[in-house]
């Protein structure tokens, strides 16, 4: 990992770059990622502007699957001061320079295109997963309201035209090594009635609407759980248990920005390889904003 200066709180990075630390060599890949992207560098935390990516404005968000051990996080590509419709562009150079292969000119000018349409928020980010063998890559797009219908825009094939089946798309992921894309949702009413079945396994997660080859994953919030099976509360309940009592600094810092919480981030609901349903949350890094002192 980068050679650190001794303890200095000057610095305003340090729980970070200890929670990294904790991973070996993966958090060494990672880190040096998010040296390349520019969102970390010399001082520690780049000078960036508050994120959308997080409610504590951090610009990094750390993944907790319950399917997936390996270190994992979700990064902005620039500044989010900077205007967003030009970070595809910029997440996919940032592909290349990690050592991936960004996406095919076709599939970057229907993302382009859909775009174009509407105001973004955050245009394009990155997701970085080290197990400790290699780096992986994913692209993920945002899809504004305005680009819920893109069938008229290029029949590709890791999109299809059946993406107008689905009005409450917001975001893709497109996987750098395998090019498979999966396409994030907010459910509607009726998937929300079928969330404890699904969760339960007593119902194939297929009953999703799956568009194409593409598969879905739903964004869900605490509420949406306490509701649903007891199975799925389960997961969820065990997953912050494993953030509290492995990454605590994460929770601390939590608490220290925005008082009285005790968890705080995306939940998500997809489909693994094996059919089995998986839940994740994002939990935004240790991060001091440009506006807060160091």
């Known amino acids: 990992m980068f050679t650190l200066a001794p303890a200095n709180p000057a610095r305003s990075d340090l729980e970070w770059c200890w929670f990294l630390r904790g991973f070996g060599k993966a958090g060494d890949a990672i880190e040096r990622a998010l040296y390349k992207i520019g969102v970390m560098d010399h001082t520690g935390w780049a000078r ?21 051990q390996a270190l994992s996080v979700i990064t902005e590509v620039e ?4 205007d967003p419709k030009m970070r595809l562009s910029t997440a996919c150079k940032m592909i290349t320079a990690l050592g991936g292969e960004a996406p095919e000119t076709p599939f970057r000018e229907v993302i ?15 997701g970085l997963r080290h197990d400790n063998n290699a780096l ?26 059946d993406h107008a089946a689905n009005q409450n798309v917001t ?4 996987d750098v090594q395998t090019k498979h894309v999966t396409l994030f949702s907010i459910p509607d009413t009726e998937t929300l009635t079928q969330l404890p079945a699904v969760c339960a ?9 799956k568009l194409g080859t593409e598969d879905t994953a739903y964004k869900v919030t605490q509420n949406d759980i306490s509701s649903a099976d007891t199975e799925i509360l389960a997961q969820l309940t065990s997953l912050k248990q494993r953030v509290h009592q492995r990454h605590a600094c994460l929770i601390d810092h939590l608490q220290t920005t925005v008082p009285n919480a005790t968890f705080r981030g995306d939940i998500w609901i997809s489909e693994q390889a094996d059919g089995e349903t998986a839940l994740s949350i994002d939990i935004a890094a240790p991060w001091i904003g440009c506006d807060q002192p160091h």
Do not use: C
């Open 79 to 82: 500044n989010p001061a900077q």
């Open 48 to 68: 960036w502007q508050h994120s959308a990516l997080t409610e504590t404005g951090a610009p990094v968000a750390v993944q907790f699957s319950t399917h997936d």
């Open 112 to 126: 382009s295109a859909a775009q174009g349409s509407s105001p973004l928020t955050f245009g394009a980010r990155l």
């Open 171 to 174: 975001m893709l992921a497109y």
């Open 201 to 209: 396994r007593k119902q194939p997660v297929a009953t999703r609407r």
């Open 136 to 161: 992986h890559l994913t692209l993920y797009v945002e899809l504004p309201e305005g680009a819920s219908d893109m069938s008229g825009l290029l029949s590709h094939s890791l999109i299809g035209a």
